[in-house]
T-cell receptor
């Protein structure tokens, strides 16, 4: 069954605005990862946050993790048109061998 | 360039054809994966190989046949496919199968006519 669920399914913003995407999951995790996919291309790893971490930054990306609520958020600050892509969360479930991907959030950043 | 190379990038095949997708990783990883991505559907894990042994097969129809001759190469052999098998097939690798970062290839777009 699908573990991570991203919300919203689609998000449309203007350049310069911040974009926030959320991911909820159902069971205990070891880590949670965010990936980006440009249309028709492969997924690219953005950031990994471990279950004992609450927040992580990478450039304009900020990821938070709340294990009590079983949720994570990805914030992209000062968005650019080049940020237009689909964003997926992937969970490393405790006791399970491979990552489980969500359905993704499609982000459109208009110039 | 992610270190995972897939060929061909695009493939059109008839339902009676036999073709293969090829994947090669240059990262020294021990685990390799095939994923299927269809329009408006979540990413589906098809097969997982760890040290050239298949460790996961998620109820994939037998018309898809994987082969992992060594830790750097992974194939997906296709035969008697259906139009609903048209999708983006993504190969990926990771250091091991235990929750590591996964590195994806650019994918092979498959159209079955």
């Amino acid at each position: 069954s699908q573990q991570g669920e991203e919300d919203p399914q689609a998000l449309s913003i203007q350049e310069g605005e911040n974009a926030t995407m959320n991911c909820s999951y159902k069971t205990s995790i070891n880590n949670l990862q965010w990936y980006r996919q440009n249309s028709g291309r492969g997924l690219v790893h953005l950031i990994l946050i471990r279950s004992n971490e609450r927040e992580k930054h990478s450039g304009r990306l900020r990821v938070t993790l709340d294990t009590s609520k079983k949720s994570s958020s990805l914030l992209i600050t000062a968005s650019r048109a080049a940020d237009t892509a689909s964003y997926f969360c992937a969970t490393d479930l405790s006791g399970y061998s491979t990552l489980t991907f969500g359905k993704g959030t499609m982000l459109l950043v208009s110039p | 360039e992610t270190g995972v190379t897939q060929t061909p990038r695009h493939l059109v095949m008839g339902m009676t054809n036999k073709k293969s997708l090829k994947c090669e990783q240059h990262l020294g990883h021990n685990a390799m994966y095939w994923y299927k991505q269809s329009a408006k559907k979540p990413l589906e894990l098809m097969f997982v190989y760890s040290l050239e042994e298949r460790v996961e097969n998620n109820s994939v129809p037998s018309r898809f046949s994987p082969e992992c001759p060594n830790s750097s190469h992974l194939f997906l052999h296709l035969h008697t496919l259906q139009p609903e098998d048209s999708a983006l097939y993504l190969c990926a690798s990771s250091q091991s199968i235990s929750g590591n970062t996964i590195y994806f290839g650019e994918g092979s777009w498959l159209t079955v006519v």
